[in-house]
């Protein structure tokens, strides 16, 4: 198992630009999620469902267009590719990228920016995989109600747990 530090202080910035956010974008793993899509169907850019794409020779990948607006809930998402971190998924009307923003917290040790072995740290504590795994608000929440100074998360194979 792999445990990932990253600065309260850098978490906090997430944090406040989620509470300012005036809507939520869909997660990965929320773009997936029946319940989420108006009547429980999830189609994909063209109005299409999984099956009738496949019928068709295409690969199915599902819309926002058709997600719920009352069922995506403001969170953070890890992040692992170039380095591991968090980002939020506030739908700002400004369409500007967390980086553009200033809203990216890194992982102690895997910022390509600063870190030199940024990409080993990456790959031993995150794996060689690209990916990313929504992370509730409420962890943060937890973490900022008992005081502590760094937020962790504790990786294994198949989970994620916020270490308290």
Not at 37 to 62: C, N, Y
Not at 76 to 105: C, H, M, W
Not at 119 to 132: Q, S
Request: charged share 25%; aromatic share 10%; glycine share 8%.
């Amino acid at each position: 198992m792999a445990t990932l530090t990253f600065n309260m202080s850098d978490v906090a910035r997430l944090a406040e630009e989620l509470d300012k956010a005036p809507g939520f974008s869909p997660t990965m793993d929320q773009l997936f999620e029946p319940e989420n899509h108006v009547g429980g169907v999830i189609l994909d850019s063209e109005g299409r469902t999984e099956a009738q794409v496949e019928e068709a020779g295409g690969l199915f990948w599902p819309s926002a267009k058709n997600i719920r607006e009352d069922a995506i809930e403001r969170c953070f998402q890890l992040v692992g590719d170039q380095g591991v971190y968090l980002i939020t998924n506030a739908k700002l009307e400004d369409d500007s990228t967390p980086a553009s923003r200033g809203t990216v917290a890194y992982a102690k040790g895997c910022n390509p920016e600063v870190d030199e072995d940024f990409y080993e740290n990456k790959v031993a504590l995150f794996g060689g995989d690209d990916g990313a795994v929504t992370i509730p608000y409420q962890w943060y929440v937890m973490a900022k109600e008992r005081g502590k100074r760094v937020f962790k998360l504790k990786l294994s194979s198949n989970s994620v747990s916020l270490v308290m």
